[in-house]
């Protein structure tokens, strides 16, 4: 079973940021929380990833709570190509192993 | 290569033929996994490959599914005696677990099998 959960779906207008939530509620303490997305008929895409510290990159922001049970990924000024499937999971860094993904956030951008 | 390249892209196949999906990873990636993705659904884990052995194989769906890794590097899916309810996208992603560059699943994009 994954060990994430969020929301089956989620809206948001043209411009405006979109905050996809995230728990994880029972991550390991060397567990990094990873973000991907799939936009329709490609292969998941890397987004960002982080441990405690918020992180940002060209495409997004990761908030991540302080006691790490659950974090949020923010899309700034989010346009019709960000509509897409939004996956959350928790990965031990530099180790191998199974990794699961839930059924993640299906985000519609509306004009 | 610079990504992870999957062939074929497209395949349709009657019910009770077997099909080879191959997975070209990214070069020096030592891990490498399999997922499937029906019509509308999420991610569901197949098989975990480090090197050429596979540590994980709780994914596999049943004994018409198999998969190897030779040197490596390439990998084959191969379902065997194919039915109706093997449809779907096969997914191929590979990461390097350590090192400069490591940590960051890179996936291809996906082999899309059609059991008539």
């Known amino acids: 079973d994954a060990k994430t959960t969020q929301p089956t779906s989620m809206d948001c207008a043209e411009g405006r940021a979109a905050n996809l939530p995230c728990n994880h509620s029972t991550i390991s303490g060397n567990e990094y929380v990873y973000w991907y997305r799939q936009i329709h008929s490609q292969g998941p895409q890397y987004i960002i990833h982080?441990?405690?510290n918020n992180e940002t990159n060209e495409m997004a922001s990761l908030i991540i709570t302080e006691d790490r049970k659950s974090s949020t990924l923010i899309l700034p000024h989010a346009t019709l190509r960000d509509t897409a499937v939004y996956y959350c999971?928790?990965?031990?860094?530099?180790?191998?192993?199974?990794?699961?993904f839930g059924q993640g956030t299906e985000l519609s951008v509306k004009p | 290569g610079a990504g992870v390249s999957q062939s074929p892209s497209n395949k349709v196949t009657e019910k009770g033929k077997d099909v080879e999906l191959r997975c070209d990873p990214i070069s020096g990636h030592t891990a490498l996994y399999w997922y499937r993705q029906s019509l509308g659904q999420g991610l569901e884990f197949l098989i975990y490959f480090q090197g050429n052995s596979a540590p994980d194989k709780s994914g596999l769906p049943s004994d018409r599914f198999s998969a190897e890794r030779t040197g490596g590097s390439v990998s084959t899916l191969t379902i065997q005696r194919t039915q109706q309810e093997d449809s779907a996208v096969y997914l191929c992603a590979s990461i390097l677990p350590q090192g400069p560059g490591a940590n960051v699943l890179t996936f291809g994009a996906g082999s899309r099998l059609t059991v008539l």
């Open positions: 982080g441990l405690k």
């Open positions: 999971i928790v990965r031990v860094y530099n180790q191998g192993g199974k990794l699961i």
